[in-house]
């Protein structure tokens, strides 16, 4: 059975500081893994995903993430935060085919100014 | 990209009333829709799967009667809460999958659902 694990439930940055949103995944086969935005009361908006190409993943609004398989991690980063950047972020996996996601618990990141 | 609308994205009702949501594909055909539930600050727990001209996928746990979910078309799926309960209150998220290779995931705004 796949799993996601984000560590951290809330991570708070200073604007202009790295971001570094951590996933690790659980999967038997090669997964697919993706991250996930949501601003509040709103649906959740693709960042970037890993589909078994380029390991170095690079998505919308300066966020990137590296598929480690043998940390079996997906972290996101940004090297400079954005006060628009605070949002709740879901790293979530699945098998290639017409599967379903399985999302981990999210992360609220928070950014100062 | 590829967009999902759901409508409505807020109703309140009263306890013992049916709910109907629904989720379209606006730009292109989705085999596959999945609803999702969220309750605050928490994350997405998959409800069903739903396929077109198919009965849908409960997960376990869900109760079938209770979550009807129809998928008549290749770009219409509905939920329907039936009888609603104020444990149902919840916000309620569908997602519509291209059939392409990379299972990509479009997802809805979601629909705040309140029983009174």
């Known amino acids: 059975a796949q799993s996601v694990t984000q560590l951290g439930s809330h991570v708070s940055v200073s604007e202009g500081a790295l971001v570094l949103l951590r996933c690790n995944y659980s999967s038997s086969v090669p997964p697919y893994l993706f991250w996930y935005v949501q601003y509040p009361n709103q649906g959740l908006q693709l960042l970037l995903k890993y589909t078994s190409a380029a390991t170095l993943v690079k998505g919308i609004n300066g966020f990137e993430a590296e598929f480690k398989k043998s940390e079996t991690s997906f972290h996101l980063t940004k090297p400079s935060a954005h006060m628009s950047d605070a949002a709740e972020y879901f790293c979530?996996?699945?098998?290639?085919?017409?599967?379903?996601?399985?999302f981990g618990k999210g992360t609220r990141l928070s950014v100062i100014a | 990209g590829a967009v999902v609308s759901q409508h409505p994205s807020r109703v309140i009702c009263k306890s013992g009333t049916s709910v109907k949501i629904e989720c379209r594909s606006l730009d292109f055909q989705a085999t596959t829709m999945f609803w999702y539930r969220q309750f605050p600050k928490q994350s997405l727990m998959l409800m069903a799967t739903?396929?077109?001209?198919?009965?849908?996928?409960?997960e376990q746990g869900v109760e079938k009667d209770k979550f009807l979910i129809n998928h008549a078309s290749l770009t219409l799926s509905t939920l329907t809460v039936t009888s609603a309960h104020p444990e149902d209150s919840s916000f309620y998220i569908c997602?519509?999958?291209?059939?392409?290779?990379?299972?990509?995931?479009?997802f809805g705004p979601g629909t705040r659902l309140t029983v009174l």
């Open positions: 739903s396929n077109e001209g198919s009965k849908a996928t409960y």
């Open positions: 997602s519509a999958q291209t059939s392409g290779v990379y299972n990509e995931q479009f």
């Open positions: 979530a996996v699945s098998d290639p085919g017409n599967t379903p996601l399985v």
